[in-house]
């Protein structure tokens, strides 16, 4: 099973700053990574896929870069809408697919 | 619009069963993967449970392994999850997932239902 490892678990930011998440990977699983973003009370939202492609309709503040084990995302200018919790997920190697535990981006 | 929605939630004894559904639409069902991924109370994400598009093929969790089983019907457009053996930590918000391996061959996971809560508890 690969484990994913997220820092810092909680990341207080002021709205119009930037926010880097970090996500590691027990083993390389090259760019086979995904992020997600998950607001309270809602299901997750896919953001980026490949390591660094975002998905359809997620804005240009979202970026995501990395491989083999080290991946970050990066939020460029927070928004209100921002705040939430991010996961990252390998699908090199399954199964099991496995998610990281998360970093809640919460307003500072 | 790509619609998922869960039922068949709800309360449930330890030792009991249940079943979980998923209706889904603005898709070709029967073209995609689909996945069951849980979530605890206040905790994170697991997927527990991958079915190929015909439902020949399915992968498991080890910690649902033997006691859950996932099915599809294509001619209804649905995801199942049949839940054996249930335990206080498989209380959980149980999301009916489409991954996008038929598009990229990648199982990474495109759109989630809201997601239905199950708690185990006597």
């Known amino acids: 099973e690969i484990v994913m490892t997220q820092s810092p678990a909680t990341l207080s930011v002021s709205p119009g700053e930037r926010a880097t998440l970090s996500c590691r990977a027990g083993q390389s699983i090259n760019r086979n990574l995904a992020w997600y973003q998950q607001r309270p009370g809602q299901a997750p939202r896919l953001l980026i896929y490949g390591a660094s492609t975002r998905a359809t309709g997620i804005p240009p503040r979202f970026s995501g870069g990395g491989s083999g084990t080290e991946f970050t995302l990066t939020i460029s200018s927070l928004q209100s809408e921002d705040f939430a919790v991010y996961y990252c997920q390998q699908y090199h190697n399954w199964p099991p697919l496995t998610f990281g535990g998360g970093t809640k981006v919460e307003i500072k | 619009e790509v619609q998922l929605m869960e039922s068949g939630g709800g309360l449930v004894q330890p030792g009991g069963s249940l079943r979980l559904s998923c209706a889904a639409s603005g898709f070709i069902f029967s073209s995609h993967d689909m996945n069951w991924v849980r979530q605890a109370p206040g905790k994170g994400l697991e997927w527990i449970s991958n079915?190929?598009?015909?439902?020949?093929?399915?992968n498991y969790a080890d910690s649902v392994k033997g006691r859950f089983t996932i099915s599809r019907d294509n001619a209804k457009n649905s995801l199942y999850l049949l839940m054996n053996s249930l335990t206080a930590e498989d209380t959980a918000v149980y999301y009916c997932v489409r991954d996008n391996a038929v598009l990229t061959g990648y199982y990474f996971f495109d759109y989630w239902g809201p997601g239905t809560l199950v708690t185990v508890s006597s």
């Open positions: 079915i190929r598009t015909s439902g020949d093929v399915t």
